[in-house]
């Protein structure tokens, strides 16, 4: 068994705009997931986020490993000062044995999105987690970037792809994972799971896939102010 979350933290912004890291960690910590996929984290970014390492520091407060996907990578402001970088986190209770970070597909004018990808060895069995946040303002490049992410995780099992997606579950970008993938929440989700606006959710944008050998038993949008977007949980059984 592997409990699997999503969650885009817009950078610890919460409903009530204050930022609040230990809040989130506290989401973390409260739904009991193993694997967390995390959108909109800073890495020694701004002001915004008191110039945190947002995912080390999470990864501090929970005693989870973590890696970070930089898809946003900007100099240092100053002499001996860290990178500023904005993209992903997969934090994972269980060691990660290998990652990378693929950028995807954009067009002139938008913002870059990634794919992170870790190898987590759970009880010695090798599970793939991938994470991703698409395009935003673009759904061409949405259906470029889903092509991608196909293509990139191939046969690879186990295999778990979680995202904030921006795309509601009847656009074509979405049809392209539910053709190679299982959608978590049609199998093993109640109601509409709806994840946003967090305050009065009334969209499913942010999703649990999982390869052929992952069977979703439970999934659930969980309740929290930590972020615009709500957290999904999906408890998966992992055969090898």
């Keep these: ?22 809040r989130v960690a506290g989401v973390i910590r409260d739904s009991g997931a193993d694997v967390v996929g995390l959108q909109e984290v800073d890495r020694h970014y701004s002001a915004r986020s ?9 990864a501090r407060l929970l005693g989870y490993h973590a890696v970070f ?13 860290p990178r500023i970088q904005y993209g992903t986190a997969i934090l994972s209770r269980y060691p990660v044995t290998a990652w990378d970070n693929t950028h995807l597909f954009r067009s002139p004018g938008h913002e870059q999105r990634g794919l992170l990808h870790a190898r987590i060895d759970v009880h010695g069995v090798p599970v793939h987690v991938y994470d991703t946040h698409l395009a935003a303002g673009s759904q061409t490049d949405r259906l470029e970037q889903t092509r991608q992410i196909t293509s990139l995780i191939g046969a690879t099992g186990p295999a ?48 649990v896939y999982a390869s052929r050998s992952v069977s979703p038993l439970v999934t659930r949008v969980l309740p929290a102010d930590a972020s615009d977007h709500l957290p999904l949980l999906s408890r998966l059984l992992v055969r090898h």
Excluded at 50 to 58: M, N, P, T
Excluded at 73 to 80: E, N, S
Excluded at 199 to 204: I, L, T
Aim: charged content about 20%; aromatic content about 6%.
């Design 1 to 22: 068994m592997l409990s699997v979350l999503t969650f885009n933290i817009r950078h610890a912004r919460g409903t009530d705009g204050v930022l609040d890291l230990a």
């Design 50 to 58: 008191d110039w945190a390492d947002q995912a080390g520091e999470l």
């Design 160 to 207: 778990v792809l979680v995202g904030d997606l921006n795309a509601l579950p009847d656009a074509p970008e979405i049809a392209t994972l539910d053709n190679a993938f299982t959608d978590a929440w049609p199998v093993s989700g109640e109601g509409d799971g709806s994840t946003y606006p967090a305050g009065s959710p009334d969209r499913r944008i942010d999703y």
């Design 69 to 81: 996907g930089a898809n946003l990578d900007r100099g240092p402001p100053a002499a001996g000062s």
